[in-house]
Each structure stands twice: as C-alpha cells, then as structure tokens.
C-alpha cells in the first residue's frame, strides 16, 4: 500500500484489508465492493444512483475519426453519415480536441502567424492535407507513431507514442512499416520565414545550398530520432524495472535528452499541453467551421453548434471530454484566461510501485514537464461545466483520471488529491448537468473509484485502438472482468468501437449483452451497416440489456485468453428474457514481461460450451426459489459432458463438452425431437408456468420479471375476461405454487429455436475470434377454450435481425375473451344471455415490441392472426417456431418507440 506522497507515513492502518466469503459470488462481490468504498471513499452503490438516459440511445464519440483536429463541421459530417445509413445517433460525444490548449513557450517552435501562413501555402498545394497539418499546428493528431509506428498502440510507451502524427497507411494485416526518418527530417526542415539566409533575395546557389544544408542537418536529426525510438523499442520497453536500460534512459530522459525530449512531446503529442481557457477554440465558432478556423482568430460559438446538431439532426445529448486535472498536463500558468484559478506547477515523483509495474512512468510527459493544478479545482469545474451546460452541452466525459496519483505524490499523497478533485468535479457536475450524465474514463485505481460519490458510469476498459490488432480480444476480456469488481459502484462502459474493423462483429455482440452504453467512433463515410443495424433502432435508440454484463458463474475462474480450452460466457437480462453472449477470445493477450499486448496464436483452436438457463444469475435464483437442486444438477450434467466427451476422444484439459455430449442437441429444425427429449420435465398446468424474480436481489433491476408472469391480466377489455396471473380470478381459488418450466433458446449464429428443460443446455461451438448471443424465456402454459388440450404454450424470444432481439420486447399479458355469437350480439348486444350456454374462448398474447423486423416466439399452436398498432401482420409457423414481421407502424412519427403487437389463438 502506499499514499503516493513521501511526506504521507504510518506504520497503522484501522481498515487495510477487507475480506469476504461465501457461495454467491456476485452478491459476495457487490457487498465487498460497496463495504470497500464506504471505508474508503465514499461512494455510493450503483443501486442508488441515477443512471442517465444518453445510455439508452445510440452514441457517436469523435476521437478516432478526427483525434483532436475534430471541428464543428467534422461532428455534423459524421451524424449525417450515420444517420443516411438508418442509424442517426442520438448522442455525440466531442472528445479531445475542442479545448483551447497550448504548449509551454520554450517548446513553440514555429510562431503561429508564420506557421498559418505555411498552412495557406500548403492549402494551395495539397488540399486534402491541410487537415492534418492543421492538427500539426495545435500538436493534436493523435494517429499511430509516425516515429515508432511498429510500436503497438498497447506498449509501455505506445500510449504516448500513438499520438505521432501517421505519415503512411497501415499494412494489410495491421502492423505498421519502419521508421520513416526521411519523414522526422523534414519536421526539422527550418521554416523560409526563419531561415538564417533570406529565401527570396540570395543568389540561386546560396538558397540551394541552403536547402541541401537544412535538410541534411534535419536528416541527421531524424536519423538520431529513429535510433533512439528503436533503442527504446527493442531494449528498454522490454527492461524490468531497476535494470540498466531503464536506469540509462532515465538518466538520458530526465538529464541530457530532457530538452529534446519535451519538444518531442510538445511537438508531436498532447501530453505536455495545457488548458488556456476554458472556451472552446475557433474550430468552434460556427456550425461550419472546419480543421482549418484553428488559427483563424474567430470567436468561439459553441452553443451555435450544440442548436445546429440538435435541430438539423436531432441530437440529444451532447458530451464534451476533459481531463480530471482539465487538460493532460493541466491548466496554464501563464494563460491570462486562467489565472483566476492560481494553478501551481507540481513536478511529480513516481511511487515505487508504480515504477516496478510500469517503469516507463520515469520518463512520463507529466514527470518531464509537470502538471499545473489550480488550487481551486471546485471553481474551475463550476466555471467550466457552468459554460458548457449554457451551451447545450448535456454532460461531460472526464479523462486522464490514472494521473492523480502521481500529481498526489506532491500534494499529500494520491487518495487525498483524488477526494480533492472528485469532490469538485462531482458538486460540478450535479449543479451543472441534469440525470447525472457523466462518464469516467482511465480511472482504475481506487483511489479514483471510491470516489464516485454520484457519478454512475464508468469506462472498464483500456483505449480501443483500432490498429492494434492484438488489443481488440484482450479488450473484451479486460471488460467483463473488470466489470465484476466495478459493477457495484458504476455501470461499465465498454468504449467506443469501429464498426468498419477486422473485430466489429465480436465488438458489436460485446456491447449487445454489455449492458453499457452502445456509440462507436466511425470516420465520416466509414461504416458497416450490416454491424450497426443489428444494434440500433431506426429511431436511434438501442436494446440495453438492463444489467452489468458479467462472466458466467463456469467462466469466472477461466483463462479465457491463453489456455486454449476456455469460451467466455457473459449473462445478463432483458424485461422478459435472460440473454447470454458466447466468445472466443483465445488467441491474444497481454505480455506482462514485454508490457504489450500480443497474439500469441494466431490460429486459436474451435472451442465449444454448453448454454444453460442457470447460466443467467436470476433465472437460476428463480429456480433455486422453486426447489431445483442446480448446483447438482449442474455437477451431474458437467459428469455427463466430460465422460462424453472423453470417449468421444474430444477432452482436452478444461475444453467443453463436444456438441455430442450435450442432451439439448439435435439437428436444426428438429423442435419435435426437443420436445420429446425434455417431456419429463415438470410443467405448470393451470396459470403462469413462469418465474418471478426473487425478493431482494440485488441483481435485479427494478421492475424485473421473466417472462411467464408478465402474463398479467388487462382490466378494461371489451367481453369477459378472465385474468391469467395466479389468484386473479375471483371466481376461482389461488392458484398452487408455479411448476418449474421448460425454457425456449433461440442461438442467434445458427438461427436455431431449441426447447430445454432448466437443467440442460444447448451446445455452442465457435471458431476463433467468432461469437453469438443465446436468448432464452420460460415457457409459460395457458389453458383457454374450456378443455385443456387447446392449452397454449408460448415464449417471446424477440427480434431475430439485432444481437439482443430479446431487449425489443418490453412486456408480455394473455387474456381470454369470450367470442360472440351472431345469436348472442343479436340478444343483448353481445352479452351472454342469462344462464344460457359458456361462449367460446379467444386467447389473445399481448406483447409491447420496439423496432422492427422479424419477431421470433416459441408458440405450440398456430395463431388465428397477428396485428401490430391494430393492423393486420403477416406471420409464419413452423414447428413451435412463430415469426411475426414486425413493422414500423406510424411510432416513430408518433414520438414513440414501443407498438402493441397482438397475437390471437
């Protein structure tokens, strides 16, 4: 343990170690976690908060389209882009870039009159370039290492490294060529204006020999730059912590080289930049303003922006990035702007642990150039949340929040700057910014996460970088475990991703059962559909699972990434379905010696599992509830599978149960053979054959219940009605304890509708780098017609078209109508004359569906009909297999989202 500040000592600690044990581990987890964060910090329980509404509609984040040469004209490039493909955005996320931010005056190379007229030159020239050179000048094109571009985005140094400016497109298969030092030279080129003899007026020969003179003097210079970038490479982002080459580039960075170091940092990264207002720049003062307005002296006009994305658009919620500190290496101390928040320049010292797990920190920008904290945090944040909410702007994603360790080892140590800064920016943000909209982001010391008081989502992840092939499985990994241990504080966030990428398709299936936010950061013009409409809703919103999506309970201790035999299982719950999604993410990794991630096999073997209902957390508290035995009928099942398997000569270690072993299994299309094979299970006979959730768990979400008792009864319907939830009838007594149901499973890769019972599964086998999402819903039985052989037994899967189709349907109700006879309407106006003979009985399924497509349910009868908003759909039967098209009837003209699609037996 240590406080981060040699001044901050002990040898007592009243709380050190928290420890807890027991049998459910995501109840254990949340109680540990939450106790953890009481002691420690002060935040509160996730269950307490408020999540915002942004989470719920499809977002946009700007970073990896523009970086920070993001502009105004960029933001509405990308919204339109999106939205001509049927999924507009409804939430943009302005990431680094829209800040106005400057390096300290020794590192200013090119004066920025000189620089724009250089701009203008080279407008004139090569306009498709003017965009990155314009970037250039605010030292903000954060693309992979024009410098070290073989340098991973993952490595030790590569995160600050990916911030140099590309100077070719990447390869095929996602590396990057050498080090271009031709194109390190001409960065050193002297510019005309400063040249030492005048451009214009010398003889023909002297300017020659000038050019030559500069250029062989800055290929010299890039030649050195290179060398040292491979040393690095190749000898010391390798080095453990206390070895020699750490110890030499220490000495270099922080001594001899320190200089060159800092306008290596100031001329081609971020990290050395700081705030000098808090308005945005000139790529801001206007609706149209482009990359270009950065030096154009124009007023900012951010909230012009904000109404033009809204009204032309229609945007709702805006976000703006900025850093913990405000901006990366803080808030000038020099800027006129700023000087009211009196910031301090603090040169950090790396703390001992943080040195031996990343030694890198050495030589950190931070560490080399300092970072400047105001003394009043609360008032800049007010100041600056106060501006942009007066804007439009609807909240804040708040970054580089790793960084106040280290700023702490100067200001008491980093759980105390931490509680400083939090407290600030949450009062900030709860005065400023309505429904909490708030991300953090690069947080994941506790020292930050106990300190999340109200702020209620949180990124679970390290950057997505899309050239980093190796990133992407590690990526999926990092989230769902991470998310168990910051689940019980905030809801994770599992970043932006391109929909345009070798990995969209596993990216998208993660986001799908994530239960986070859903955005992606697609250039203008670069999407894949085909990804994105199995996401979003053609108004722009997204079927959220309702909880954190975790590990499964089989997959909780599974090296899911290295050990060859392990798929990963996520869970979590839809208003009437469970939903699990299935990945294989062997194959890639993170290196701990090399500090990077790598592909440590490029062909990972197919693995296979089996998919249980007691795979989704509440469906087997539910079952627990009624009496099943599934921790032994889960070790019996497992028995079964492995001896299976063996003498099928496909056992390997810990891999899964072939397809062969798994009692669920039959050909696709066979639901006849799958009932049979599960007709011993116990039904329910009268009433709901459903689960309700069980009392108190903390798991479930307010208002949560599976499918078989959202089969309410509907007061108010034409004819006499008899409700189909337990007790409801006052004509009939209570209804017994519900029977344990069997479960319809629709396996989205394979288009396959299996029926089990709660102790089975369905076998599921993936390739390398592939993945599916399996909804499932207890079959509920539901007698009508006066005989029970005409009982229906029915289970909404949902939208077979979207990853998690089961988040389409939002509720679920049967009812019995008496159908009038000729005879009857003409005696009594369709009553039933008195002690005349019972009428016949329609049994009608009413389901609350959004978006549109095809609607999948397990049916055992053929319907009557099917409408959507009272018009008449077409469907189709096969089976027990029911696909009702759904369309988009009037609802998104309507301002609704959510149609009524009856089903009539």
């Known amino acids: ?24 581990p995501y109840a254990l987890i949340e109680v540990a976690v939450t106790t953890a964060a009481a002691l420690s910090g002060g935040a509160r329980p996730l269950r307490e908060k408020r999540l915002p509404p942004n989470l719920d509609v499809f977002g946009w984040c700007s970073w990896d389209s523009f970086y920070s040469a993001v502009s105004a004209t960029g933001l509405s490039d990308a919204v339109q882009s999106l939205s001509s493909g049927g999924t507009p955005p409804r939430w943009v996320v302005i990431d680094d870039g829209w800040q ?44 992979l290492g024009q410098a070290a571009k073989e340098v991973p985005a993952g490595t030790a140094m590569g995160a600050y490294l990916q911030e140099i400016r590309a100077s070719g497109p990447p390869e095929e298969d996602g590396a990057l060529s050498g080090v271009d ?37 800055g290929l010299i210079v890039g030649a050195f730059q290179a060398v040292m970038v491979l040393f690095y490479q190749w000898v010391v982002d390798p080095a453990e912590h206390g070895t020699w080459p750490v110890r030499f580039f220490t000495f270099l960075t922080t001594g001899p080289l320190k200089g060159a170091m800092l306008q290596f940092f100031a001329d081609s990264t971020n990290f050395t930049r700081r705030l000098t207002d808090i308005r945005a720049n000139a790529k801001f003062s206007s609706p149209y303003a482009t990359a270009e307005d950065a030096t154009s002296g124009r007023r900012e006009d951010l909230r012009s922006v904000v109404e033009h994305l809204r009204k032309r658009f229609n945007v709702q919620y805006i976000y703006c990035w900025h850093g913990l500190s405000a901006y990366w290496s803080g808030v000038s101390p020099n800027a006129p702007a700023v000087a009211k928040y009196q910031p301090h320049l603090y040169f950090p010292k790396p703390t001992p642990g943080l040195s031996e797990i990343e030694p890198s920190t050495a030589w950190n920008p931070g560490i080399l150039a300092g970072v400047a904290v105001p003394h009043r945090p609360d008032l800049l944040f007010k100041d600056m949340h106060a501006y942009l909410a007066d804007a439009g702007i609807t909240g804040v994603k708040v970054d580089c929040q790793a960084g106040v360790g280290l700023v702490g080892s100067r200001m008491g140590g980093g759980p105390a700057a931490a509680l400083r800064a939090h407290t600030a920016l949450e009062d900030s943000i709860a005065a400023n910014f309505a429904d909490n909209h708030a991300i953090n982001c690069m947080c994941h010391s506790t020292e930050n996460i106990y300190r999340w008081r109200d702020t209620a989502v949180a990124r679970a992840s390290d950057d997505f970088y899309p050239t980093d092939r190796a990133s992407h499985i590690p990526h999926l990994a990092a989230c769902a475990f991470n998310g168990l241990f910051l689940s019980p504080l905030a809801l994770p ?12 398709d596993i990216h998208a299936t993660a986001r799908a059962v994530s239960g986070g936010p859903v955005y992606v950061s697609d250039a203008p013009g670069s999407h894949s559909f085909d990804v994105l409409r199995k996401l979003v809703l053609p108004d722009g919103t997204v079927l959220r699972a309702l909880l954190p999506g975790r590990p499964t309970r089989d997959t909780l201790f599974a090296d899911v990434l290295r050990d060859g035999a392990s798929l990963l299982k996520i869970w979590n719950v839809n208003a009437t379905t469970g939903v699990v999604g299935v990945f294989n993410l062997q194959g890639a990794s993170w290196d701990r010696s090399r500090r990077r991630f790598h592909v440590h096999n490029s062909a990972p073997p197919e693995l296979s599992t089996v998919v249980r209902p007691t795979d989704v957390e509440l469906f087997r508290q539910q079952l627990e509830a009624l009496g099943c035995d599934v921790t032994g009928a889960l070790a019996a099942a497992r028995r079964e599978e492995a001896a299976a398997a063996q003498k099928n000569g496909s056992w390997h270690g ?31 006979g009268g009433g709901s054959g459903g689960l309700s959730a069980s009392s108190g768990s903390s798991h479930a979400p307010p208002g949560w219940v599976a499918a078989g008792t959202s ?30 149901p069997d479960f319809a499973v629709f396996v989205g890769a394979t288009d396959e509708l299996h029926r089990v019972s709660w102790d089975k599964g369905v076998p599921i086998r993936l390739k390398g780098w592939e993945s599916t999402v399996v909804t499932m819903a207890p079959i509920s039985r539901f007698e009508y017609g006066g005989s029970s052989s005409a009982g229906l037994e029915f289970a909404p899967i949902g939208l077979a078209n979207m990853l998690n189709g089961g988040g389409a349907v939002r509720g679920v109700h049967a009812e019995r109508v008496e159908v009038a006879t000729v005879a009857s309407m003409e005696d009594g106006a369709g009553k039933r004359p008195a002690g005349g003979p019972e009428l016949p009985e329609q049994l009608l399924v009413h389901l609350t569906v959004r978006g549109r497509g095809t609607l999948l349910a397990y049916s055992s009868h053929w319907p009557q009909a099917c409408s959507v908003d009272g018009f008449e759909v077409p469907f189709g039967h096969s089976g027990n297999r029911l696909s009702v098209e759904v369309p988009q009837v009037g609802s998104l003209h309507a301002g609704r989202s959510e149609q009524q699609l009856v089903i009539s037996f």
């Open 1 to 24: 343990m240590e406080s981060g500040d040699d001044t901050v000592a002990t040898d007592y600690f009243q709380d050190a170690v928290l420890i807890a044990a027991g049998r459910e």
């Open 493 to 504: 966030d599992w970043d932006m991703f391109s929909s345009r990428h070798v990995a969209a």
């Open 181 to 217: 030092y031709h194109a390190l030279a001409r960065q050193h080129i002297v510019p005309e204006s400063t040249a030492l003899v005048p451009a214009k007026r010398g003889p023909l020969v002297i300017r020659a020999s000038s050019t030559i003179f500069q250029y062989v003097v």
């Open 100 to 143: 106005c931010t400057e390096v300290d005056e020794p590192y200013r190379d090119i004066p920025t009159e000189q620089l724009k007229q250089q701009i203008l030159k080279e407008k004139a020239a090569k306009p498709g370039d003017v965009a990155l050179r314009e970037a250039y000048l605010e030292g903000e094109m954060e693309a």
């Open 711 to 740: 089969f309410m009864s509907s007061s108010g319907a034409a004819g006499r009605r008899r409700g189909m939830a337990e007790g409801t009838d006052e004509d009939e007594e209570a209804a017994p304890r519900p029977a344990v």
């Open 654 to 684: 810990r891999r899964s149960a072939s397809p062969a072993a798994a009692p669920a299994a039959a050909a696709p299309g066979k639901q006849e053979q799958l009932q049979q094979s599960s007709a011993a299970a116990p039904r329910g």
